[in-house]
């Protein structure tokens, strides 16, 4: 009997437990995180680093003989394609204040690219061995507050005309009748019988010297310097003149420059103040002193 019970009481402990098993609530599940997946950025194709460039560069118009100073009549702009980052860029010339008034080095050919080292700056000690031709000099010619015009309309390698100023009064007597010399007289009171003549015309600028105590405003007496190029003949005709008389200078009218400058004189004219005359022509007798 006892046994029944303890085996009824197993079974009953096994019910209970099978019961408690079924009904025992299962985990809740846990939720795996949500994994973003990579956002794919495009890549947009490279672009190509460009391994050329225009630049604008400078030109002969026409034929340039060496020791010609530059105009703007001598070259043009066009524009080319170089390499970045070579040479080409800085051996040419992009800029007309590079080039103006600058002289050739070297024959350059109609439409060749100009170069910087086939040019010369005025500044430079190069340019005056260069722009002088063989047998000129360098003359200056000092212009006053009225002239600073020219240095304001004139730069290099332009033309300018030399006349003089002076009294229409060229004939005198002297105390022989027949006898009648040639006078070059300052100009008169009279504005009627002044005149200016050109004696040296077409002449070339070589440089112009403002100097270090010029202003801008060319308040002093002394404007600038004139660097001409003259012949040695044009050089003692114009020194001497203007010795005891008035010289002008003028934008030339000529549009080439003029080697002989004296064309437009006669030549009695040319050859003042040259002469072949003795400096002393009449003898002077010496008295010898004797002793006793």
Excluded: C, H
């Excluded at 080095?105 to 340019?127: G, L, Q, R, V």
């Excluded at 003549?197 to 004139?226: E, M, N």
């Amino acid at each position: 009997m006892k046994q029944k019970k303890i085996i009824i009481l197993y079974i009953l402990m096994l019910v209970v437990g099978l019961a408690l098993l079924f009904t025992k609530s299962s985990p809740e599940p846990v939720a795996e995180p949500i994994v973003q997946q990579p956002v794919q950025v495009k890549e947009e194709p490279k672009k190509e680093e460009p391994k050329t460039e225009i630049i604008t560069v400078a030109a002969a118009k026409r034929s340039i003989s060496k020791s010609n100073i530059l105009t703007k009549d001598d070259y043009y702009f066009k524009s080319i394609e170089v390499k970045i980052g070579s040479n080409d860029k800085s051996k040419y010339i992009s800029d007309a204040t590079e080039i103006d008034s600058y002289v050739a080095k070297n024959n350059i050919a109609k439409d060749a690219f100009i170069e910087s080292s086939f040019i010369a700056s005025p500044n430079s000690e190069e340019y005056l061995l260069l722009a002088i031709k063989e047998g000129n000099y360098m003359f200056p010619f000092k212009l006053d507050q009225i002239d600073s015009y020219l240095v304001k309309n004139l730069k290099s390698g332009d033309l300018v005309d030399l006349y003089i100023f002076y009294s229409d009064d060229e004939i005198t007597k002297s105390n022989t009748k027949n006898y009648k010399e040639d006078r070059l007289a300052s100009p008169s009171d009279n504005f009627v019988k002044n005149r200016i003549k050109p004696i040296i015309v077409g002449k070339k600028i070589l440089y112009i010297d403002l100097g270090s105590t010029i202003d801008q405003k060319f308040q002093r007496k002394d404007v600038a310097q004139v660097q001409l190029e003259l012949s040695n003949q044009e050089i003692k005709l114009l020194r001497t003149l203007m010795t005891n008389s008035t010289v002008m200078m003028y934008p030339s009218t000529y549009k080439q420059n003029v080697d002989d400058g004296l064309r437009l004189l006669s030549d009695k004219e040319k050859k003042w103040p040259l002469t072949d005359k003795a400096i002393f022509s009449k003898k002077k007798q010496i008295n010898l002193l004797k002793g006793n």
